[in-house]
C-alpha cells in the first residue's frame, strides 16, 4: 500500500489534536461550538483520501470520493461564514448574495452525489484509487474557486476599512489561512489532475492546505479571543459609555479597553493588569480592596479613592464574568467622579428638600454599578434634576402615543416654563439658577401623580405626560401645579431673600381621534409638541403666570 494513504491519515490526527487542544484551551461558548462542528468537517477530507487508497470494495471507494467533494462544498461556505463573522462584513449576509454563494455549491453537490452518467467522477481500472473527472467535477471545482475569491475580497474590503487593530490582525491570520488552503488545492488539481498523465500523484497536498488554515483559525480564536468578545464586551458598545471599562482573561491580561478609559490609564490589549500598581498608596481601606479583589475573585469588589496622578476621584467596581459557574475574566469599570463630589460638597449646606435630591443623586452613584437597569437610568435622566429627559421622553411617547391613539384613550401633555428666568441667573448668577431649576423639579414631583411622566423640554422648560387624562381633569392637575409653584418660597444660598417664581404652561388635551391616523409615530408627536408650543407661546405672550389650552388638533 505504501507511504501515501497514511500521510493523509496523519495529517487527520493533526488536524484532530488540534481539535482537542480547542476543547482545553477555551471556554466553549455557541460560538466555539459552531466552529468545531467545522473543525470536524475539515477532517472528513484527509480522512475521506486515507479511505480511498485503503478500501478495495470500489461500492465504498466511491462513497467516500462523493463524500470528500461535498464536504469540499461545506468547507469553503463556511470558510465564507467565518470570513463574514471576523471581518465584522454583515453586508454580505444579505439573502440574495447568500443565494448566489450557496444555493450553485449545492447543486453540484447534489451532482457528485448522484453521478449521473458518470459526469463527476469514473473509475479506472474497475476501482476509484486512481480516477477520472468530469465537467460536475470541473463546475464543482469552479464553484469552490469563486468562494475563495469571495472571501478574498472580504478579506480585502476589511482590511482597507476603518477597522480596530485587532479586528485586523484577525482579518490578517485569516487571509493568511485563505492563501494557504487555496495554493495547495490549486497546486493538487494542477500536479494531480492536469498534469496526472506525467507526473506521479502527490498524496496529502489539499489535506496540508486544510490543516495550515485550521492552525490560523485556531490561533485568531485562542490569541484574539473573538468568540469571547463577541459574547462579553463587543468594543462598538462599550466605546459608548462615558466611564471607563476594562476587560481582562482570567490571567489579568487586558482583553478589552475603551476610549473613556484612555485619560485615566494607559493601557493596551495585551498588557498585564496590575490593581495595585496604578493605586500607587496604601490605606486600610484600600488595602482591603485590593485583599478582595486578589482573594475573593468570584466576589465584586469596589472602591472610591483620589488618584494623585490625575488628581480625580474615581469609582472603580471589578466584577468576575461567569460561564457555567467559573470565572473565566473579570470587568473592571472606571468612574470620574469628581464632579460629582463637587456637587455633594455644595448642595449638603442646602435645606432638607435639596438634601433630599442630594440623597437620590448619591443613591443612583452607589447603584451605577450594581445593575445595567441603572446604568440605562442615566442615560435617560437630566444630570441637574434628576428627572427625565427630552430624548427619553420623545422615545416613550412614540409608542404610547400611538397606542392611546389606536384606542382612543385620552391624554394630554403640559409645556410648562420658568417666567423671567432669565433675569434670576443676571441678577444672582448661574448656580442660583440652577438651584431654582432643581427646586421648581421637587414641587413638580410632589404634585403630580405617580403615573405621569414629567421630563426636562430644554434649559428652563419642562414637558409633563398625562396618560388618561381627560381635558377637565388635565385643566385642574394644571392648576394645581401652577398655584405649587407660585407658592413655594426656595432658600438659596448667599441670598438674603427666599426666592420664588412663577410658571407659564401650554395645555394639549387630546381625546378626538377622528383626526388622520395614518402617520408615523415621530410625526404625529412632533405635531403634538408643535401644538402645545404654540399654546405655551400664547400664555407668554399674554402676560405669563396663566395656561393657555391648546385649540389646534394635530
Same mark, same amino acid.
Given at each position: 500500500?505504501?507511504?501515501?494513504? +497514511? ?73 465564507? +461564514? ?5 471581518? !465584522? ?22 451532482? =457528485? ?5 458518470? +459526469? ?17 467535477? +470541473? ?37 493568511? /489561512? ?30 496540508? !492546505? ?20 463577541? $459574547? ?11 466611564? !471607563? ?24 490589549? /495585551? ?9 500607587? &498608596?496604601?490605606?486600610? $481601606? ?6 478582595? &479583589? ?34 473565566? /475574566?473579570? #470587568? ?55 428627572? &427625565? ?53 421637587? =414641587? ?50 448667599? #441670598? ?5 417664581? $412663577? ?11 377622528? *383626526?388622520?391616523?395614518?402617520?408615523? *409615530? ?14 405655551? &407661546? ?17
Amino acid at each position: 500500500m505504501g507511504l501515501a494513504p +497514511w500521510i493523509d491519515l496523519i495529517l487527520c490526527f493533526m488536524l484532530f489534536a488540534l481539535l482537542l487542544y480547542m476543547f482545553v484551551s477555551v471556554t466553549i461558548t455557541n460560538l466555539h461550538k459552531v466552529y468545531l462542528g467545522f473543525h470536524i468537517s475539515m477532517m472528513l477530507w484527509p480522512y475521506c483520501q486515507f479511505a480511498i487508497k485503503t478500501i478495495e470494495n470500489p461500492t465504498y471507494q466511491l462513497f467516500y470520493v462523493k463524500l470528500a467533494f461535498v464536504d469540499a462544498a461545506l468547507l469553503t461556505t463556511g470558510f465564507i +461564514w467565518f470570513t463574514i463573522l471576523l471581518t !465584522g462584513q454583515s453586508q454580505f449576509l444579505r439573502q440574495k448574495v447568500l443565494i448566489g454563494l450557496f444555493v450553485p455549491a449545492l447543486l453540484t453537490s447534489l451532482g =457528485v452525489i448522484f453521478n449521473p452518467n458518470g +459526469w463527476f467522477v469514473r473509475p479506472v481500472n474497475g476501482g476509484y484509487i486512481e480516477r477520472t473527472y468530469g465537467p460536475i467535477f +470541473w463546475v464543482n471545482i469552479s464553484i469552490l474557486i469563486v468562494h475563495a475569491i469571495v472571501s478574498l475580497y472580504i478579506i480585502y474590503i476589511a482590511l482597507v476599512s476603518d477597522q480596530a487593530p485587532r479586528i485586523k490582525n484577525q482579518v490578517i491570520f485569516m487571509l493568511k /489561512g485563505i492563501v494557504a488552503v487555496t495554493a495547495c488545492v490549486m497546486a493538487d488539481i494542477f500536479l494531480n489532475v492536469v498534469l496526472d498523465d506525467y507526473l506521479p500523484v502527490i498524496p496529502g497536498m489539499t489535506s496540508l !492546505g486544510i490543516l495550515l488554515s485550521a492552525i490560523f483559525f485556531v490561533i485568531t480564536i485562542n490569541r484574539d479571543k473573538v468568540f469571547d468578545i463577541v $459574547t462579553i464586551a463587543h468594543q462598538d458598545i462599550i466605546d459608548t459609555m462615558e466611564y !471607563g471599562i476594562l476587560v481582562l482573561d482570567d490571567h489579568e491580561i487586558v482583553i478589552e479597553v475603551n476610549q473613556s478609559l484612555t485619560p485615566l490609564l494607559q493601557l493596551q490589549i /495585551g498588557d498585564c493588569f496590575d490593581m495595585a500598581g496604578i493605586l500607587r &498608596y496604601t490605606t486600610a $481601606t484600600l488595602q482591603s480592596f485590593l485583599d478582595s &479583589y486578589r482573594e475573593r475573585p468570584l466576589e465584586t469588589a469596589e472602591i472610591e479613592l483620589l488618584l494623585p496622578a490625575i488628581g480625580r476621584y474615581i469609582h472603580i467596581h471589578a466584577a468576575p464574568i461567569l460561564v457555567s459557574g467559573s470565572r473565566v /475574566g473579570r #470587568i473592571v469599570t472606571f468612574q470620574d467622579i469628581t464632579e460629582l463630589r463637587r456637587l455633594i460638597n455644595e448642595t449638603n449646606q442646602q435645606n432638607i428638600s435639596l438634601q433630599e435630591r442630594n440623597e437620590s443623586l448619591i443613591r443612583v452613584q452607589a447603584e451605577l454599578f450594581e445593575t445595567n437597569h441603572k446604568l440605562q437610568k442615566m442615560a435617560i435622566t437630566d444630570s441637574l434634576t434628576g428627572c &427625565y429627559n427630552r430624548h427619553y421622553l420623545t422615545q416613550q411617547l412614540e409608542n404610547e402615543l400611538m397606542k392611546n391613539r389606536e384606542s382612543h384613550k385620552p391624554f394630554a401633555i403640559l409645556l410648562l416654563d420658568i417666567d423671567f428666568f432669565k433675569s434670576v441667573n443676571d441678577h444672582y448668577g448661574h448656580l442660583a439658577g440652577d438651584a431654582v431649576i432643581c427646586g421648581t423639579v421637587e =414641587v413638580l414631583k410632589r404634585t403630580l401623580r405617580h403615573t405621569d411622566i414629567l421630563a426636562r423640554y430644554g434649559g428652563e422648560e419642562f414637558i409633563i405626560y398625562l396618560p388618561n387624562t381627560e381635558h377637565a381633569e388635565a385643566q385642574l392637575i394644571a392648576e394645581q401645579v401652577k398655584a405649587s409653584i407660585e407658592s413655594n418660597r426656595m432658600v438659596i444660598e448667599n #441670598i438674603d431673600q427666599p426666592l420664588s417664581v $412663577t410658571i407659564s404652561i401650554g395645555l394639549l388635551a387630546i381625546h378626538d381621534f377622528s *383626526a388622520d391616523t395614518a402617520r408615523q *409615530a415621530t410625526s404625529y408627536l412632533n405635531d403634538l409638541f408643535k401644538s402645545v408650543d404654540k399654546a405655551l &407661546y400664547e400664555a407668554k405672550h399674554e402676560g405669563r403666570n396663566r395656561i393657555v389650552y391648546s385649540k389646534g388638533h394635530p
